[in-house]
C-alpha cells in the first residue's frame, strides 16, 4: 500500500514570494491533515479535512496560509507572503477516520526554507 | 498548559542494549489514545506503537513495547535491542475524544553507539 506522499521534499524561497505544497493521502483515508513543525520541536496542527470538508483550522494563519482539499482527495496548503518564521518542515498526515483510536500516518515533509 | 511532556532531550544508549523514554501526559478525558513516533533524520514521521486509555494490556509492537502506568500518566517507551539505525528523535503524542488533533511533545533524541 502506498503511503502519503508529498512534493516538492525541498523549497528555498525569498521573504514575501508565495509557496504551495502538495499532498495525497493514503488510498481511502478520509482524513487528511497539515502539520507544522519547526526545528526541535513537535508538530502542530494546522488544519484538519475530514473528506473535503474543513474540521479545525483554528491555528492556521489566515492571514497568509490557506488550503483545500477540493475532491475529498489530495490537497494544496499555500503560503502567500512567506515569512521568515515560516521555515519549517510542513508534515502532512492522513488517517481513516477521526477516532481516538485512528493512527496517522505521516509523508516525508517539505521542509521549507524563507531568506 | 503542557498535554506531553517529555523530559528527555537527549539520549545514549550502546548498541543491543535496551533503552526506556519517558513521557508523561495530561488530560481530564476518560477516553484518549496514546502515540509514539520516530523520526529519523530524513524527516518523515514512522509510526511505532499505540496505546488506549482501556487497553487492560500493555501494547507491543517487535522491539517496541510501551510501558503505560494510567494512575501516573506516563507511557513509557521500551525499545529492546537496540540497533544503529533506531537513532531518531522520537515523539509521544496523545490524542483525546473531540479534539481531532495530535498532540506531540517535544521529542527525545536517540543516538546508539556501536
Known amino acids: 500500500e502506498a503511503g502519503v506522499a508529498q512534493s516538492p521534499r525541498y523549497k528555498i524561497i525569498e521573504k514575501r514570494q508565495s509557496v504551495a505544497f502538495w499532498c495525497n493521502p493514503i488510498?481511502?483515508?478520509?482524513?487528511l491533515y497539515w502539520y507544522q513543525q519547526i526545528l526541535g520541536q513537535g508538530p502542530k496542527l494546522l488544519i484538519q479535512?475530514?473528506?473535503?470538508?474543513?474540521?479545525?483550522d483554528s491555528q492556521l494563519p489566515k492571514d497568509r496560509f490557506s488550503a483545500e482539499r477540493l475532491k475529498g482527495v489530495d490537497s494544496t496548503l499555500k503560503i502567500q507572503p512567506a515569512k521568515l518564521e515560516d521555515s519549517a518542515v510542513y508534515l502532512c498526515?492522513?488517517?481513516?477516520?477521526?477516532?481516538?483510536?485512528?493512527?496517522?500516518?505521516f509523508g516525508p515533509g517539505t521542509r521549507l526554507t524563507v531568506l | 498548559a503542557q498535554k506531553i511532556t517529555q523530559t528527555q532531550p537527549g539520549m545514549f544508549v550502546q548498541e543491543k542494549e535496551a533503552v526506556t523514554l519517558d513521557c508523561t501526559y495530561d488530560?481530564?478525558?476518560?477516553?484518549?489514545?496514546l502515540f509514539w513516533y520516530k523520526q529519523p533524520s530524513s524527516g518523515e514521521m514512522i509510526f511505532l506503537i499505540y496505546?488506549?486509555?482501556?487497553?487492560?494490556q500493555n501494547a507491543t509492537e517487535g522491539r517496541y513495547s510501551l510501558n503505560f502506568q494510567k494512575a501516573r500518566k506516563s507511557a513509557n517507551l521500551v525499545i529492546s535491542a537496540s540497533q544503529l539505525g533506531d537513532s531518531a528523535m522520537y515523539f509521544c503524542?496523545?490524542?483525546?475524544?473531540?479534539?481531532?488533533?495530535?498532540?506531540f511533545g517535544a521529542g527525545t533524541t536517540v543516538t546508539v553507539r556501536a
Open positions: 498526515a492522513s488517517s481513516p477516520g477521526q477516532g481516538v483510536t485512528d493512527t496517522q500516518y
Open positions: 488510498s481511502g483515508h478520509a482524513t
Open positions: 479535512f475530514q473528506n473535503n470538508g474543513v474540521v479545525d
Open positions: 488530560t481530564s478525558d476518560p477516553s484518549y489514545g
Open positions: 496505546q488506549g486509555s482501556y487497553d487492560q
Open positions: 503524542a496523545m490524542r483525546e475524544v473531540g479534539d481531532y488533533k495530535l498532540s
